[in-house]
């Protein structure tokens, strides 16, 4: 899936950056099998598992930048492997951009970086709502399986910033008979975190599995 991310800058304007976005929900990733050559990628983990390994066998070299759960700058790395064993690289970052080294950022750009968001191309709305399907389907039936997976799909449609009318109209507000892709963003949100509160109640694992950090953002 193609997205263009913007970097907030300190006390500079923001720049764009066009990537291909990976949801990544194995463990183990091998990066010369999922990036194309000369790709620029944000991967982004499901979370599921807290550790990520990111093995660069056999890959070309990559500037690694880490983001927190709530896309701020967490660090960055450099994957160069010159030998021909393995070279594997664990991580908890929720979000990893990587770049490839002849386009690497200077040090003294990633020093101004505060965080990213995701910009969302309307053209790209059918291709979009496809991966959504694919990625986080939602349950047919009744139960703690649909409670579930509408959350962990609200929760992906966030964390993408997709446009509300566009998201999962599953879950219908009880105190105002809205489906959620009908609300506004304030109801929306408030309406996702008293879902994510029932998930929590009702089942602990689930809840955990999808917030490991235990905070809902």
Not at 66 to 81: H, P, R
Not at 174 to 183: D, I
Request: proline fraction near 3%; charge should be neutral; include cysteine.
């Amino acid at each position: 899936m193609k997205f263009s991310i913007q970097f907030s800058l300190t006390e500079q304007d923001p720049i764009t950056l066009e990537v291909s976005r990976f949801y990544l929900k194995e463990t183990s990733i091998r990066i010369h099998e999922l990036v194309s050559e000369n790709e620029t990628c944000l991967l982004q983990t499901s979370q599921y598992n807290l550790n990520t390994l990111l093995d660069f066998s056999k890959s070309k070299p990559y500037q690694i930048i880490y983001f927190n759960y709530d896309k701020t700058l967490s660090g960055v790395s450099y994957a160069i492997n010159k030998s021909k064993g393995s070279f594997v690289i664990q991580t908890q970052a929720k979000w990893v951009l990587l770049i490839p080294k002849e386009s690497c950022f200077s040090n003294a750009l990633i020093n101004k970086i505060e965080r990213f968001e995701i910009n969302i191309d309307k053209a790209n709305k059918t291709e979009i709502l496809k991966e959504l399907d694919q990625e986080s389907p939602i349950a047919r039936f009744a139960g703690a399986g649909i409670m579930i997976t509408t959350v962990s799909r609200m929760k992906l449609e966030k964390e993408l910033n997709i446009p509300i009318s566009w998201r999962t109209g599953t879950a219908i507000s009880v105190a105002s008979g809205k489906r959620s892709n009908e609300m506004q963003e304030q109801e929306w949100n408030d309406f996702y975190y008293a879902l994510c509160d029932n998930l929590k109640r009702s089942y602990l694992p689930a809840y955990q599995g999808l917030f490991p950090f235990g905070k809902v953002l």
